[in-house]
């Protein structure tokens, strides 16, 4: 089994590489790595798209690496590989991005990508910090995890999805703030798991066992 961390250069990997490292060896889910060879992306068993920046640099940095790019709309279009993406790897899984400009995304989870727009204006924007999961559809991925549970945002942007069953889970930050999207054999998580604690481990054992 090879979980693969997409290196497309749009982020700092090294604790995301050693939370799934860790994981791996508690689930018994074989060897992760992080990669920027098309080769290896294409023959993973399950794919990890992180994000750090703006959601057009990220765009067009995942565009660019074309072969990366190819090899990994083949292997979740086609092949129906597990996926997880991660923040702004999370928010590229939409139809389009509306943040400095209009920016097309994978659509593979029909929605955009908006501005977070608190109710209560003395919330500052980014969201930055612990928030408490709503959980609103059962997942695999939630196996041992409630409504209720701490995980760690940086983000101002989050995504607006046209479906609300593909929504998992929200925070609440004076509105609704999307935390978890997902079908058939794609996830995102709008937060850091890697940062999230005992939570977010477990998020990370539960995709790294996840067999949809």
């Not at 497309?8 to 060879?37: I, P």
């Not at 990890?48 to 660019?64: I, K, M, S, T």
């Not at 997942?139 to 989050?158: I, L, Q, R």
Request: charged residues 25%; hydrophobic residues 40%.
């Amino acid at each position: 089994m090879l979980t693969a961390i997409i290196d497309y250069e749009s982020g700092n990997l090294h604790s995301a590489e050693k939370a799934f490292q860790r994981m791996a060896r508690e689930v018994d889910a074989g060897e992760v790595v992080v990669t920027s060879d098309a080769d290896v992306v294409a023959k993973a068993d399950r794919l990890v798209l992180p994000g750090d920046g703006a959601f057009p640099a990220c765009a067009a940095e995942l565009r660019g690496h074309k072969g990366i790019y190819d090899a990994l709309v083949e292997a979740v279009e086609v092949k129906g590989r597990p996926f997880l993406g991660i923040c702004v790897g999370m928010q590229l899984m939409a139809s389009k991005g509306l943040e400095y400009t209009e920016t097309a995304g994978l659509d593979w989870i029909e929605g955009d990508v908006v501005k977070i727009a608190p109710k209560d204006p003395s919330l500052k924007v980014p969201h930055m910090g612990w928030n408490d999961l709503v959980i609103t559809s059962d997942h695999p991925v939630f196996d041992g995890v409630t409504s209720g549970d701490h995980c760690y945002f940086v983000h101002s942007y989050h995504f607006r999805v046209a479906k609300p069953d593909e929504r998992l889970a929200h925070v609440d930050y004076a509105g609704d703030v999307t935390a978890i999207i997902g079908r058939d054999t794609m996830l995102g998580m709008q937060f850091h798991p890697e940062k999230s604690q005992d939570v977010g481990l477990r998020m990370l054992g539960n995709f790294l066992k996840w067999a949809p």
